[in-house]
């Protein structure tokens, strides 16, 4: 199958979210965190009833689309890459805002709405004035992400097919992913995993190690990720663990920059300058999307993580998860 | 029925409206009002299929609730203030987002939702880079307001009875106008009424001048409006009129800020400083819940005028047309 033409820089797979950001101040925040039982600064996932409680709660919202591979990709298209987006909505109004917002960037997203069960899933994101996010996740329709939403010539057109560890959170998504990434790689694509959250590691750390050793070309983490995923305490160690298996590895360390392994050796890069940071939720995505847009453009290592600083530095200067501007624009004199 | 206590201070009455805001450079924002016949900076009213049309051409965008007697509520809550709200929504996604992020500021917002008929309504909003907005309105579950929505004990309980200009534009809600006007009136309360829209008020020119003459205690323009409604060139001249009827109106001018005429006379009332404006949406309806707050509060005229200016000048420093902060501690100092 390596004769069919790659039309597409990147496929993606993961959660179809909308997100419901609300500002909190210190007190507020302390109080809804503590009386449903969230986890400041991260992500846990919540039936109907439990992010209906939370909801009655927040402050007043805004709904900006979401989910974490979702936004990498709305980021690969403000760059102006080739992408296609694999996730389950409802045909309900959340639903229709979630499809509007990909295709309105020319993004490639054409899996059919469930008629029936549960209702687009949303995210409920809380932002404190120290810019942390805390979320509460109902995947509603994206937890019916069988096999069948993956279609096999989206994913053989694509030079990456790129899946969030989210994505593990829900029992039915396997065969999807395994879909997924055995067309890839039967028609020699390169598959690139991000692990998405340290609670999410926790939850799935047998089988996201084997799909870092077995499966990933490409492995984006952060420090609590990738050493929750080896179970060391120093950064080092796991950095020497992963680049065993990968041939990238992509590694974020906030405001430190990041690290990234590649065939060789290690390219160190700073992060970029953000004059204020208002909500950190999309860094890590826009990131990804930084760096995939170098990789599948051929740029160097080093190019590309300048891309992916880049990216991640604008998303966090405003609330949402995905850009504001033309990232093709603010790239424009580094790939010039 | 005026021993009944004034336990709220104001009750408005509007239309529901989740506003959907997208950013667009100039020459697509251009190519979008050409192509569906809008009116740059103005407001049009359009149907089902038309919103439909134009939401499929719109870039990614955000939904955050609207409407502009809601968004001046959601203001006067901000400033600490007790009010109700009455509209209209369906029991659908968009209809639970707007309800909540009025009852989250504490609004008593208790109409209850349509279970059939036209979906919760909505406002497509395209801000171009000189934070114009274009906007065109589908009423949606919002032109089923009729009389039985005002309960007239709310109505009754409040100092003020708060009703926007856009409510002329679906015939439905005229008997609820009545209905609660009449309330108001015989619990001797005042009626505050905003003209809404130039455009608006071309279409209603009549009525509106039949409340401004025979209903309304309190009117809100801006120059305009105020303007179209009398015919006349001059602001002078339309101000001459105004302050036949009313016991005060207060004619917003932009940037040159805004004339307040009362029993006693007239106050000029310099606009507040703005770093930079984002989003001019709901200036007007931020100017009428500073004004509405210090009213009901018992404030003089001038300094009425004083918290208007500072919340129309909040809300236009970002995308949105409710605050993004406390206006009770922005106000601090000038109500101290």
Redesign the interface.
């Known amino acids: 199958m390596s004769d069919v033409s790659t039309d597409l820089q990147v496929v993606a797979i993961g959660n179809a979210l909308v997100d419901v950001i609300a500002?909190a101040d210190d007190p507020l925040a302390e109080r809804l965190i503590a009386a449903h039982g969230l986890e400041r600064g991260a992500a846990v996932m919540v039936d109907l009833e439990r992010v209906e409680a939370v909801?009655?709660?927040?402050?007043?919202?805004?709904?900006?689309?979401g989910g974490s591979a979702a936004n990498t990709v709305?980021g690969l298209a403000s760059f102006g890459a080739r992408t296609g987006f694999i996730a389950r909505v409802r045909d309900?109004?959340?639903g229709k805002?979630f499809t509007?917002?990909?295709r309105?960037?020319g993004v490639h997203f054409e899996v059919p709405p469930a008629t029936d069960g549960p209702?687009?899933g949303r995210c409920l994101i809380v932002v404190t004035p120290d810019a942390q996010r805390t979320q509460c996740t109902y995947l509603g329709a994206s937890s019916h992400l069988g096999p069948e939403a993956v279609d096999p010539d989206l994913v053989a057109r694509a030079q990456v097919t790129y899946l969030e560890g989210y994505l593990w959170d829900q029992p039915d998504a396997k065969d999807a992913i395994r879909r997924a990434t055995s067309v890839a790689r039967a028609a020699g694509r390169r598959v690139a995993f991000t692990l998405s959250d340290p609670f999410c590691v926790d939850r799935h750390r047998t089988e996201f190690r084997q799909i870092v050793e077995n499966d990933a070309d490409v492995v984006f983490a952060n420090e609590l990720e990738i050493c929750s995923l080896y179970e060391v305490d120093e950064f080092d160690d796991a950095l020497d663990r992963v680049r065993r298996h990968c041939e990238i590895a992509a590694l974020t360390r906030s405001e430190l920059g990041s690290v990234v392994v590649g065939p060789d050796g290690i390219v160190e890069v700073p992060a970029a300058p953000v004059e204020q940071v208002v909500d950190t939720t999309g860094a890590g995505d826009q990131y990804a999307a930084g760096f995939l847009y170098g990789l599948t453009e051929g740029h160097d290592l080093e190019t590309c993580g300048r891309l992916a600083s880049l990216a991640a530095a604008e998303v966090i200067s405003h609330l949402?998860a995905?850009p504001?501007v033309s990232l093709a624009e603010l790239a424009r004199d580094m790939v010039a």
């Open positions: 500002r909801y009655a709660d927040l402050p007043p919202a805004q709904e900006i689309s709305a309900d109004q959340l805002v509007h917002d990909l309105s960037l209702a687009t949402g995905r504001e």
